[in-house]
């Protein structure tokens, strides 16, 4: 059974920082491909940050460049979003997405809600 657990949102003041995880289960998370999407309020689910299997070059939506960085732990299954100097703006569900390298199969997680607010 496929399962992406993702944790560590919450509420955060502006400049701050949050560290999101993602535990994988289910599947050879070692040769998926990860990524972090996020969906805001009366807009569509956008692509945040992706890693390779293996770890290596990442990318990042330009709107968190600097600021978001994507890592990933083959050997907890897990992988991590570290936010920082978080805005307003970056309020949304994150989500966890598994992707296979034929890009035939994905795996979505819950979600976790993050808050930037005063």
């Known amino acids: 059974q496929v399962q992406l657990v993702e944790s560590g949102g919450g509420l955060v003041q502006p400049g701050g920082s949050l560290r999101l995880s993602c535990a994988a289960s289910?599947?050879?998370?070692?040769?998926?491909?990860m990524s972090w999407y996020r969906q805001a309020p009366g807009k569509e689910r956008e692509l945040v940050a992706s890693?390779?299997?293996?770890?290596?070059?990442?990318n990042y939506a330009d709107s968190v460049k600097g600021r978001f960085t994507i890592t990933r732990d083959n050997a907890k299954n897990t992988v991590y979003l570290q936010m920082n100097s978080l805005k307003p703006e970056d309020t949304a569900v994150y989500y966890c997405?598994?992707?296979?390298?034929?890009?035939?199969?994905?795996?979505w997680g819950q979600g976790t809600q993050v808050t930037v607010s005063s």
């Open positions: 997405q598994a992707r296979s390298q034929d890009l035939s199969t994905y795996y």
């Open positions: 289910g599947f050879t998370f070692s040769n998926y491909i």
């Open positions: 890693i390779p299997s293996s770890g290596g070059v990442t």
